[in-house]
């Protein structure tokens, strides 16, 4: 008998082919989002699972599932895993590093650009048949080449952003994060170490891209934003609760930062109400790693992970391989 697993949401016909000729496996192809307890009783009596950043594993879930060996999401991101809890009950974490990071600077720089040259705004009122005349000021964004760009969070994905930034842009880069880089990948990025006061104050392009914990929430609130110039630009590329959102709608209503661009939002994918009203944001559904190659690059890596676990109790990246050790 093939050991069975759960597949939470719709996933590449081809990644749930393979996955189906190793186990059994219940999957949701018409990617029904599954509440808590949908998730606990469709998880009951699976030796594994293949979730998204949507479904939370947590010691209830685990408690309800005492069968489940592994679970592996298909995102970097993994704030919708309790790590200790899962790592408590000899239950495997994996995540899909490395494969998304390109596409996802890709992002951050689509977005860096579409906020400080006012993109969608403009774009509004091209479809509302507003556009009868050129003129001198309209739709004038800020500098994005020659200016500074300010990184909060260096892991991989920022340090592409900075690479982006530095090379492709002459980008003044500064950085700021839980532990400076090496003088190498410094270089490499040609970034700055800055402290967090410093890079708030001096950025004119802030890019966030850095894990969302008890530690990062609201890690941009108003007395952060108080700080940015007004001529600033932020971009939220990381997780839904790093920003205030309420706080940043108030910034922007009030022009104390020029802009924004978010591609992720506190309750996703709920928006705050006032976010939808103010003209100066570009808002994205969660589209950083929104490639096909790049998706199918993390559905392969999250059902790998599952397929090398339960045959031969290896993983290709472990969140926690002390579970492996066991
Ligand atoms: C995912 C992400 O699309 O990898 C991450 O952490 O945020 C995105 O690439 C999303 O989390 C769905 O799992």
Redesign the pocket.
């Known amino acids: 008998m093939k050991p069975s697993i759960l597949v939470a949401r719709a996933i590449f016909p081809e990644v749930l082919k393979k996955l189906e000729q190793v186990f059994d496996v219940d999957h949701n192809q018409a990617d029904e989002v599954l509440s808590a307890a949908e998730l606990q009783s469709r998880m009951r009596g699976k030796l594994g699972a293949l979730t998204?950043?949507s479904e939370r594993i947590d010691a209830e879930v685990l408690a309800a599932c005492p069968q489940l060996k592994i679970v592996a999401n298909?995102?970097?991101?993994y704030n919708n895993f309790d790590i200790g809890a899962m790592t408590a009950a000899g239950v495997l974490a994996t995540n899909?590093p490395d494969v998304?990071t390109e596409t996802?600077a890709d992002f951050g720089f689509t977005l860096l650009m579409a906020t400080a040259r006012r993109v969608t705004e403009s774009e509004h009122f091209l479809r509302a048949g507003q556009w009868t005349k050129w003129s001198y000021d309209m739709f004038a964004g800020a500098e994005v080449h020659g200016s500074t760009l300010g990184i909060l969070g260096m892991g991989r994905i920022g340090q592409g952003v900075a690479k982006r930034g530095a090379h492709g842009f002459g980008m003044n880069v500064i950085y700021h994060n839980r532990s400076r880089l090496t003088p190498e990948l410094e270089a490499e990025c040609k970034a700055r170490y800055v402290s967090k006061d410093e890079l708030l104050k001096t950025a004119d392009h802030l890019v966030l891209v850095l894990p969302y914990s008890a530690a990062s929430h609201h890690a941009i609130g108003a007395a952060e934003l108080a700080l940015m110039k007004p001529t600033a630009c932020l971009v939220n590329i990381a997780r839904g609760g790093i920003v205030d959102d309420a706080a940043l709608a108030v910034a922007l209503r009030e022009k104390r930062i020029a802009a924004a661009g978010l591609d992720v939002f506190e309750g996703e994918p709920r928006v705050h109400p006032d976010l939808l009203t103010v003209p100066n944001v570009v808002l994205t559904p969660?589209i950083?790693?929104a490639t096909i190659t790049t998706r199918m690059a993390m559905a392969t890596l999250a059902a790998d992970n599952l397929i090398r676990f339960l045959t031969e109790g290896k993983a290709l990246t472990p969140l926690n391989p002390q579970v492996l050790e066991r």
């Open positions: 998204t950043g298909m995102a970097v991101g899909t998304l996802t969660h950083a790693s």
